[in-house]
């Protein structure tokens, strides 16, 4: 039996765990998969876990199975052109740089279009590709500290916030571009237009968390905190607790580690071989952070944000290009977005229902189509029954009913 893409082609520039996984999807569909990397690799390929035999991390295998790797500089003219011709040849382009990153080598939406028109185009990022805050960079933990998501980990009020113990969002960012990816391409298939999708790990985020979202927005009900989960990663892929709050931050990359240092002067941690494995900080296209000494290196950044303020730090490191992000509750985040208008570009639906109306985020990602998502409300019980059977040529003739019209769906 036939998979339902065999015959589409991708072309996957996208690294770590959102794209991949949204490419993922589509290979395991049958599609043809050519996974865009970097000369020396993408970071995945070097984050390989304490013990792991083999020479593929299992993490970088299970996302990629079934693709194609072609590894090419996309910073030279002659790479990008690479990638262009490759285009000319694929259905689908997928990609998860920071908005406008890819536009300096054209290989942006609008480029990609004029060599193959009816390309189905997706951008997976952070925030989204409008607003404010759409160039920042992001990490999974990073987006549940600023949309609630961490708020809602851990027994109490008084306890400290905590991620989701898996990257929740990055999943779920992947599983939603999957989904509009072979949502476009019947859409091409119909009607001969590609698309460009708009998928933000922002958007899945609230999809994630949607009843509570919905119950924030239409009655003003924060969401319980029903327990923390961990996850660890760079020494400083952490959140710490400031003079007027928290704050969460991503220094992943020696790059990074060292910008951050640099603002809260600790910069002698980038040469100390006790505190950090420096073969690996210092290795060419490495990694991430390595502690060897981690409580030491935690216990540092932890003084040095003690005094400060959280939105104060959040600025300050993101504007050096350190993913941040004071810890928000969903609806302190949601009603910010609202109050602002500026910081992402949020399309959030409200649905009639009966006598109410109920406010939810939206779907989950930015799709432009013609007349936007229905907003109808949720139908009563078996009221579509009648009116499917008659489509399908089997109404009830009144002796023998094909359904029962009080079924549930």
């Not at 765990?17 to 050519?34: H, K, N, R, T």
Request: proline fraction near 5%; glycine fraction near 10%; include cysteine.
């Amino acid at each position: 039996m036939s998979k339902p893409l065999e015959g589409v082609r991708v072309i996957d520039m996208s690294h770590v765990i959102a794209g991949p996984l949204a490419s993922l999807y589509l290979a395991q569909l049958g599609a043809e998969v050519i996974k865009i990397e970097p000369l020396q690799g993408e970071v995945m390929r070097a984050s390989k876990a304490s013990g792991e035999e083999g020479d593929t991390p299992a993490g970088f295998a299970a996302l990629n199975a079934g693709k194609r790797s072609f590894a090419t500089d996309i910073r030279t003219p002659e790479g990008a052109e690479l990638v262009r011709s490759l285009a000319r040849t694929a259905d689908v382009f997928i990609e998860n740089f920071r908005p406008g990153v890819v536009a300096k080598y054209g290989l942006d939406y609008a480029s990609i279009r004029a060599v193959r028109p009816d390309i189905v185009y997706c951008s997976i990022s952070g925030y989204g590709q409008e607003g404010e805050w759409s160039r920042r960079g992001a990490y999974d933990h990073v987006m549940q500290a600023l949309t609630g998501m961490m708020m809602m980990q851990g027994d109490g009020a008084d306890t400290p916030p905590m991620k989701v113990g898996f990257p929740v969002i990055d999943v779920a960012v992947g599983m939603l571009g999957a989904l509009s990816i072979v949502a476009s391409l019947h859409r091409r298939a119909r009607d001969g237009e590609g698309q460009h999708i708009d998928a933000s790990m922002v958007q899945a985020s609230l999809m994630l968390m949607y009843p509570n979202a919905s119950s924030f927005l239409s009655n003003r009900v924060e969401p319980q905190r029903v327990g923390n989960r961990g996850y660890t990663g760079s020494p400083t892929a952490d959140t710490y607790r400031c003079a007027d709050g928290w704050l969460a931050t991503a220094a992943n990359t020696p790059a990074q580690f060292r910008k951050l240092t640099a603002v809260v002067g600790l910069e002698e941690l980038c040469n100390d071989a006790e505190a950090l494995d420096l073969d690996a900080f210092n290795a060419p296209g490495g990694g991430f952070v390595v502690a060897r000494k981690l409580a030491y290196v935690q216990q540092c950044f932890r003084e040095a944000f003690a005094a400060r303020s959280a939105g104060e730090m959040e600025e300050r490191l993101n504007a050096v290009g350190v993913p941040a992000a004071r810890v928000r509750k969903l609806g302190e985040f949601l009603d910010e977005v609202e109050t602002t208008g500026d910081r992402i570009g949020m399309q959030p639906v409200t649905f009639p229902q009966g006598s109410i109306k109920v406010r939810t985020p939206g779907i989950g990602f930015r799709c432009r189509f013609d007349g936007g998502p229905s907003e109808v409300g949720a139908p009563s019980l078996a009221s579509d029954n009648m009116a499917l059977l008659s489509e399908l040529g089997m109404a009830d003739d009144g002796n023998r009913p094909l359904c029962d019209a009080r079924a549930t769906r």
